[in-house]
């Protein structure tokens, strides 16, 4: 029931930041992005040129949160990500560029567009035989994520230590210099495991068990060493017989309680 993060990199194709007019401000109706400036400090050394920005219609903007923002039970924050999908019955459907300018969605076209060259420039041979949207939804670790379940269980994929949180799965809203921008629901990115629920108490089960210090005092043999320590937590956590959550069970119910305290 867990499926590895979404794979939203070269991450300056994607990650924006929100640009508001030192005037007028934002303009609700199609804001200005540009590639974030957290994408170009850990850009790899082949993108660190790769710089995008226009202006686009806003149903395309998601949050998303990645491994490295999970803390015990929250995030530090979420990045913005431009991403080309809808709502589709079971999970989201990629929009591809020659689809977004048919159907009048030219800010979302033009960056495809620009988005679709950098990737030809920057992979050369590859890009012929694995296109910039299959690599976006490689696996459908995108595309199988739904808007329609309430809540997401993450865990981290990698890191020295395990560590959960849940997230609601709707719309939110950042925090801007001239107001808040209404953005889609959250999407979860690189080096993250997540399950979505529409239970409450079995999405805050899970989350504790994955905080507890037992399950990761447990993986620690299992995980390779680096440097600075365990790293690669992968499915160990799913190896360990966590049972399915059973709301008539008291202390399973317990687990929820405390882990929404």
């Not at 609700?28 to 992005?33: H, N, Q, R, T």
């Not at 030809?120 to 949207?133: C, I, L, P």
């Not at 995108?142 to 890191?159: M, R």
């Not at 687990?255 to 929404?260: Q, W």
Request: glycine letters at 6%; hydrophobic letters at 35%; aromatic letters at 12%.
């Amino acid at each position: 029931d867990f499926r590895q993060g979404a794979c939203t990199v070269p991450r300056s194709l994607w990650s924006v930041d929100i640009m508001p007019h030192p005037k007028l401000g934002i303009d609700w109706k199609a804001p200005y992005v540009r590639t974030s400036k957290r994408a170009l400090e850990r850009a790899k050394a082949e993108y660190s040129g790769v710089k995008l920005e226009g202006a686009l219609e806003p149903q395309f903007l998601y949050a998303s949160i990645s491994g490295s923002e999970l803390l015990p039970f929250g995030f530090l924050t979420t990045m913005i990500n431009v991403l080309p999908i809808e709502s589709a019955p079971k999970g989201y459907r990629i929009i591809e560029r020659n689809e977004a300018a048919k159907r009048g969605f030219s800010g979302l076209a033009d960056w495809l567009k620009h988005v679709e060259s950098a990737w030809k420039s920057k992979r050369g041979e590859k890009a012929t035989r694995q296109s910039v949207y299959q690599w976006l939804d490689y696996q459908r670790k995108l595309s199988s994520q739904t808007d329609k379940k309430k809540f997401k269980v993450l865990y981290n994929a990698s890191g020295t230590y395990l560590v959960s949180c849940v997230v609601r799965n709707g719309p939110i809203e950042v925090n801007l210099l001239h107001g808040k921008l209404r953005i889609k629901g959250v999407i979860a990115d690189w080096t993250t495991y997540w399950f979505e629920t529409n239970d409450e108490d079995e999405a805050y089960y899970l989350c504790t068990c994955f905080n507890s210090p037992v399950l990761d005092e447990q993986i620690k043999p299992m995980q390779a060493k680096g440097a600075f320590g365990e790293r690669h937590i992968v499915k160990k956590p799913l190896e360990y017989p966590i049972p399915k959550f059973d709301p008539e069970n008291k202390v399973h119910k317990e687990l929820a309680r405390l882990g929404k305290t």
